[in-house]
């Protein structure tokens, strides 16, 4: 039980050091502008996209949303 706990471990680092780098890549296509940044700028086109097809989906996009939202909160295991 000790290595799930290590892995899982693992995997909650790199996914918290993923969502950061999301971040930077927004924060600087927003402050810079995106012909400035253009590695960052298609990650911050696909969130657009991806916001912008959850808008449009309805019920299904709010339900999705929700599903985002509880797969990146943070939970313990117990």
């Known amino acids: 039980?000790?290595?799930?706990?290590?892995?899982?471990?693992?995997?909650g680092a790199l996914?918290?050091?993923?969502?950061?780098?999301i971040?930077?890549?927004?924060?600087?296509?927003?402050?810079?502008?995106?012909?400035?940044?253009?590695?960052?700028?298609?990650?911050v086109r696909n969130i657009s996209e991806l916001v912008g097809g959850l808008g449009s989906g309805g019920l299904a996009g709010l339900?999705?949303?929700g599903v985002i939202?509880?797969?990146f909160s943070k939970r313990k295991a117990s």
């Open 1 to 11: 039980m000790d290595a799930i706990s290590t892995v899982k471990s693992w995997i």
């Open 15 to 21: 996914t918290d050091i993923a969502l950061m780098l």
């Open 23 to 43: 971040a930077l890549a927004i924060a600087a296509t927003v402050l810079v502008g995106e012909d400035k940044m253009s590695f960052f700028s298609p990650v």
């Open 63 to 65: 339900i999705t949303v």
């Open 69 to 71: 939202l509880w797969l």
